[in-house]
């Protein structure tokens, strides 16, 4: 019984501790292509290249649900692997779809047409790929009309996470903030739209301000999958054992991994 969590580096932990913690008696294969990351840089092939390449590696896992636990990847990729490319036996799911619903107020699974939702100015902080491929709006546009949302694209942040440098991070976040709310003065809400910003979370709701409600993605994926689960329990793989995987070196991806969720995590070679 194992499900899969793909990230492009790190980030993805904050959704595997969430839905670990949810869902018990599910095994959890994660796999980071630390090796290429981040991949909020890449262009959109590279990005569909990369991604398929890692969910296929799940897939040998016993992974036939696989959760793009990577807002880019979501954002650039998810699309094209649903219409074109995923067997039919297989589910790959972003992580999106889940934070708008919460944002607009819908039931998990409410395909009903858009109306209008008491949020009219969202903010929505995301890597450069992320943000160019509009994903967010064209997800939002299925669920909600007459909602502004202003795009910041948060050039270093993961880095500086993923090096270990929160000093630099906050300088960034603080700096991102500013430069949205030169273009939204005053949003109703924020996305986080990367699984990193997690960590950032107080950060972002300083500058941003008490008021500005601010939408993270951790516990709202793991709602979102044990329902999902609930409704396709065959989606449920046959592996049989947790695990953490990386393309990257396993005693420095696990090195940081560690320090990343304060506990100990061990990672092997992809």
Known sequence: MAVGIFDSGLGGLTVLD??????????????????HAPYGVRDADDI???????????????????ILACNTASAAALKRMQERWL??????????????????????????PPREVDVKHVALFATPAT????????????????????????????DAIED??????????????????????????????????PLMQDEFQKALGHDVKVYSQADLVSASLGDY???????????????????G???????RAT???RRKITFEAA
């Open 87 to 112: 067997p039919t036996d297989k589910r790959v799911l972003g992580v999106f779809v889940p934070l708008i619903e919460a944002l607009t107020e819908r039931q998990w699974g409410d395909n009903s």
């Open 131 to 158: 943000v160019a491929s509009r994903a967010f709006q064209r997800e939002l546009a299925f669920r909600a009309i007459g909602v502004d949302v202003e795009a910041q694209a948060c050039g270093g942040v993961v």
């Open 18 to 35: 969430a839905a670990a913690s949810a869902l018990p008696d599910v095994d959890f294969v994660y796999l980071g292509d630390n090796a």
């Open 229 to 247: 689960l609930k409704r396709h329990p065959n989606m449920i793989g046959s592996g049989t054992q947790s695990k953490f995987l990386t393309t």
């Open 249 to 255: 070196d396993p005693v420095q991806v696990s090195q």
């Open 164 to 197: 270990g440098d929160m000093i630099l991070a906050e300088a960034l976040v603080n700096s991102h903030v500013d430069a949205l709310k030169r273009k939204m003065p005053d949003p109703q809400a924020a996305i986080l739209g990367c699984t990193h910003y």
């Open 48 to 66: 569909f290249n990369l991604t398929t390449k890692a969910v296929e590696r799940l897939w040998d896992e016993g992974c036939d649900l696989v």
């Open 259 to 261: 320090q990343f969720l």
